[in-house]
């Protein structure tokens, strides 16, 4: 088995305040500010590590101050997906006829750019917007741009692993060889996770609560990646411990740096 744990601390902090300095990036008044929290290294995401598999970003960020967030800007070959914990974003895209899509709490979704396409993040309303984006590397290059969302019913859906992205029931489909499952569970359950196989491996993250994670503990935004193993026992150590994973194919970091010097510029 090989793993890696990223503590709380140890992640990328940053503070992206909307003063003007990159406007045609950043969106707000200039009160606004982004706060970012990554667990991988990536261009402007820095935590000094890199990716997982094919995941290249895992931020945890939050837009203060209405109007705050991403003006519309360009990606290709990138898959891009969004979990709202509180506020309210609007998210513009140009997949398929383009659209404008207000997500709360809850709510999700699976932003496949492909062969090329353009998108906008805003929190438009005084309350602070909370959403965890993950990007990765799609399995097949320059598919047509596609935009899927749905909503997890945290109040129903306690005390199960419930997957939400991926090759699953009613789940939202993704080009890659990965799903993305969330639990919220009270203490003293135990949850078994079986990888589908030894290629596969795990990142497991504490969005809230406590956990213990073949035999390490996790806290309040800690994260450990997982991989040569068949099985992951998550421990629940506090109530309502909301925890997020990722379970994704491994690639061969050379094929990784190769597709990430063709594009630098994504």
Same mark, same amino acid.
């Given at each position: 088995? +090989?793993? &890696?744990?990223?503590?709380?601390?140890?992640?990328?902090? @940053?503070?992206?305040?909307? #003063?003007?300095?990159?406007? /045609?990036?950043?969106?707000?008044h200039?009160?606004?500010?982004?706060?970012?929290?990554? /667990?991988f290294? &990536? *261009?402007?995401?820095?935590?000094?590590?890199?990716?997982?598999?094919?995941?290249?970003?895992?931020g945890d960020?939050v837009f203060?101050g209405?109007?705050?967030?991403y003006n519309?800007?360009? *990606?290709?070959?990138?898959?891009?997906? $969004?979990?709202?914990?509180?506020?309210e974003?609007? %998210?513009?895209n140009?997949?398929? !006829?383009?659209?404008?899509?207000?997500?709360?709490? !809850?709510?999700?979704?699976?932003? /496949? $750019?492909? +062969?090329?396409g353009?998108? +906008?993040e805003?929190?438009?309303?005084?309350?602070?917007m %909370?959403?965890?984006?993950?990007?990765?590397?799609p399995?097949?290059?320059?598919?047509?741009?596609?935009? *899927?969302?749905a909503?997890?019913?945290?109040r129903?859906?306690?005390?199960?692993?419930?997957?939400?992205?991926?090759?699953? #029931?009613?789940?939202?489909?993704?080009?890659? =060889?990965?799903?993305?499952?969330r639990?919220?569970a009270d203490?003293g359950?135990?949850?078994?996770?079986?990888?589908?196989?030894?290629s %596969?491996?795990?990142y497991?993250?504490?969005r809230e609560?406590?956990?213990?994670c073949n035999?390490?503990e996790?806290?309040?935004r800690?994260?450990?990646g997982?991989? @040569?193993? $068949?099985?992951? +026992?998550?421990d629940?150590?506090?109530?309502?411990?909301?925890?997020?994973?990722?379970?994704?194919?491994?690639?061969?970091?050379?094929t990784?740096k190769?597709?990430?010097s063709?594009?630098?510029g =994504?």
């Amino acid at each position: 088995m +090989s793993q &890696f744990i990223i503590r709380n601390e140890e992640r990328g902090h @940053d503070l992206i305040k909307s #003063d003007g300095s990159r406007s /045609s990036y950043i969106a707000g008044h200039p009160d606004g500010f982004v706060t970012r929290a990554s /667990s991988f290294d &990536f *261009h402007e995401y820095q935590a000094g590590r890199p990716g997982f598999g094919p995941i290249r970003v895992f931020g945890d960020e939050v837009f203060h101050g209405a109007g705050c967030g991403y003006n519309m800007h360009p *990606h290709h070959n990138f898959v891009i997906c $969004a979990f709202v914990f509180s506020g309210e974003l609007t %998210h513009i895209n140009t997949a398929g !006829g383009g659209m404008v899509d207000r997500l709360s709490a !809850g709510d999700y979704y699976v932003f /496949s $750019a492909g +062969s090329g396409g353009k998108h +906008s993040e805003l929190s438009v309303t005084p309350e602070d917007m %909370h959403a965890i984006y993950l990007w990765l590397l799609p399995e097949q290059l320059y598919l047509p741009p596609s935009y *899927h969302r749905a909503h997890f019913d945290f109040r129903r859906r306690r005390n199960e692993i419930v997957q939400l992205v991926g090759d699953g #029931d009613n789940t939202l489909p993704i080009p890659q =060889d990965l799903r993305v499952s969330r639990l919220i569970a009270d203490k003293g359950q135990n949850f078994p996770y079986a990888l589908r196989t030894l290629s %596969h491996g795990i990142y497991v993250f504490v969005r809230e609560g406590r956990i213990n994670c073949n035999g390490v503990e996790l806290g309040y935004r800690d994260s450990m990646g997982l991989s @040569d193993l $068949a099985t992951v +026992s998550i421990d629940i150590l506090d109530d309502d411990s909301d925890v997020l994973l990722v379970e994704t194919i491994l690639i061969d970091e050379t094929t990784i740096k190769v597709w990430e010097s063709e594009h630098a510029g =994504d």
